[in-house]
C-alpha cells in the first residue's frame, strides 16, 4: 500500500505559542494576554530598543555581503558574549577553557547542548525542575534524551524546597545533566540564594554531575552582574558545564533569534575538543548561525557608549518590571484575592507562578479574556495601567469559586 498522511491525527498546540494563537484569534476587544514571556512597555507594544536601531542603522550602513557566518559564530559575537556572561577578568576565559558558539535563540542553544550530550554521553539522564519551561522536556526529549524531574517548590507554592531538591538531585547518576535556571526561574521567579548556588555546586561535584545553565533573563532580575551569581560559583575550580544564553529578552530581540551556547572545560584542549562536537552537532542541524542578530549584540557590547546605552535600557525594563510586580500585589489585593503577597514580592524576572488549577486557568480565559500558562503563571512585565484592574479582577473571581 502507498504510504500516506491522510489519517493523521494534528499534534497538541504548543503549551505557549499555542495560547498566542488561541488568543489572537479571540474576537473580544477587552482580552489580556499574560502568557507569552516577552517584554511589554506601557503602551503594550514590545519596543525596539534605541541601543539596537543604532547598532542596526551602523551595520546597514557597513554591509557589503550576506556571506554565511563560520559554524560556531562570528568571534567578534563570541568573545563579547563570553566576556557578558563572565566577566572579562574571569580565570575560565583567561585559561582558555570557555569556548562559545553562536545559535538561533536560547532554545538553538539549548538543543545543542542536548545534541552534544546524545552524542558524547547517550546514557545521560537530564533532570529538570518541576515546575520548568514547557519547551524544557520537549527539546531533550526531541534528542533522544531521558528525562527526570527535581522538586522545586514547597507545599505553599511561594518558597524553593531546597531539601528536597538537594536530595531529589543526590539520586542522580554520575554523568547525568542537571538542568538550572541560572536566573528568574521560569514559570516561579524564585532562584537560589548564593548560599544556596555553594550547596549545589557542592553536590554537583559530589555526584559527578554536569550543569546545564539556561541564562535566558540576564539583566532581569537584580542587575546584569547580580545575576550571575549561580553561574559564578559554577564556573569555579575548573568545573565543566555548559551555559544557554539568550537575547530575546534583555535585548528586545525576539524575532532576531539570538543565543549563544558556551562550554566550560577543565582544560583548553577539552574546550576545544567539546567545541568541535558541538560544531559537528550544528552542521547537522542548522548549519550556520543566522547574521543580524549576533551583529546587533557585538556591535552594542564591544562598543562603549553603545553598551553604556543599552545597559540603561535594561535598568528601565527590570525597574518597570519589578514595579508591575508591585503594582500586581496592590491589586490583587484591592480586588480581593485570597492570596498571600510577601511570596509575589520576593520573585524575580518576568514570571509569577499563582498556582491555580487547570480548570481555573480555563475559566480565566473562557470567561474573562484572560490567557495565563499552565497553573497560573503570569507575565508581569506584560501589565500595563489599562489591564491591571481588570487582569487582578478576574484573577480574584476565580480564586473567589
Known amino acids: 500500500m502507498r504510504p500516506t498522511f491522510a489519517d493523521l491525527k494534528p499534534a497538541p498546540p504548543d503549551a505557549i505559542l499555542g495560547l498566542a494563537e488561541a488568543f489572537r484569534a479571540d474576537p473580544r476587544t477587552d482580552k489580556i494576554s499574560l502568557a507569552s514571556g516577552v ?51 574571569h580565570p575560565a576565559l583567561a585559561e582558555g577553557r570557555v569556548e562559545t558558539l553562536h545559535a538561533p535563540g536560547g532554545t538553538g542553544a539549548l538543543r545543542v547542548a542536548a545534541d552534544l550530550v ?56 554520575p554523568g547525568d545533566v542537571v538542568v538550572l535556571h541560572a536566573c528568574c526561574h521560569n514559570p516561579t521567579g524564585i532562584d537560589p540564594t548564593p548560599e544556596q548556588w555553594e550547596d549545589i555546586a557542592a553536590l554537583v561535584d559530589v555526584r559527578g554531575l554536569l550543569p546545564l545553565l539556561d541564562f535566558a533573563y540576564q539583566g532581569f532580575g537584580d542587575g546584569l552582574p547580580e545575576d550571575a551569581v549561580g553561574l559564578m560559583t559554577m564556573a569555579r575550580s575548573g568545573r565543566e558545564l555548559l551555559v544557554a544564553s539568550s537575547f530575546s529578552k534583555n535585548f528586545a530581540l525576539y524575532a532576531e533569534r539570538v543565543g549563544a551556547l558556551s562550554i566550560v572545560a577543565a582544560t583548553r584542549p577539552e574546550a576545544h575538543a567539546l567545541l568541535s562536537h558541538a560544531k559537528v552537532a550544528v552542521r ?52 480581593g484575592a485570597p492570596i498571600d503577597p510577601a511570596p509575589l514580592l520576593r520573585q524575580r524576572g518576568m514570571f509569577s507562578l499563582l498556582g491555580l488549577t487547570t480548570e481555573q486557568v480555563a475559566r480565566l480565559r473562557t470567561e474573562f479574556g484572560v490567557y495565563l500558562v499552565g497553573r497560573g503563571r503570569v507575565n508581569v512585565a506584560g501589565l500595563t495601567s489599562r489591564n ?8 480574584a473571581a476565580v480564586l473567589a469559586g
Open 39 to 89: 517584554y511589554v512597555g506601557e503602551s503594550g507594544e514590545t519596543p525596539v530598543l534605541d541601543s539596537v536601531a543604532e547598532a542596526e542603522r551602523r551595520i546597514l550602513a557597513a554591509q557589503t555581503t550576506k556571506l554565511y557566518k563560520p559554524i560556531a559564530g562570528d568571534p567578534a559575537y563570541t568573545h563579547a558574549v563570553r566576556e557578558l556572561l563572565f566577566g572579562a577578568g
Open 118 to 173: 546524545r552524542r558524547l554521553r547517550p546514557a545521560s539522564t537530564v533532570w529538570l525542575s518541576s515546575p520548568t519551561w514547557p519547551n524544557h522536556p520537549q527539546v531533550f526529549d526531541a534528542a533522544g534524551l531521558a528525562t527526570r524531574t527535581y522538586p522545586y517548590l514547597d507545599g505553599t507554592g511561594g518558597r524553593l524546597d531546597f531539601e528536597a531538591m538537594l536530595g531529589a538531585l543526590a539520586t542522580a547518576a
Open 284 to 335: 547537522a542541524n542548522y548549519s550556520n548561525p543566522p547574521a543580524h542578530g549576533g551583529e546587533i549584540v557585538a556591535s552594542i557590547l564591544l562598543d562603549p557608549a553603545l553598551r553604556a546605552q543599552w545597559e540603561d535600557e535594561v535598568t528601565a525594563m527590570r525597574e518597570r518590571i519589578n514595579g508591575n510586580r508591585a503594582r500586581f500585589v496592590e491589586g490583587l489585593e484591592g480586588a
Open 388 to 395: 491591571v484592574g481588570p487582569a487582578c479582577a478576574a484573577i
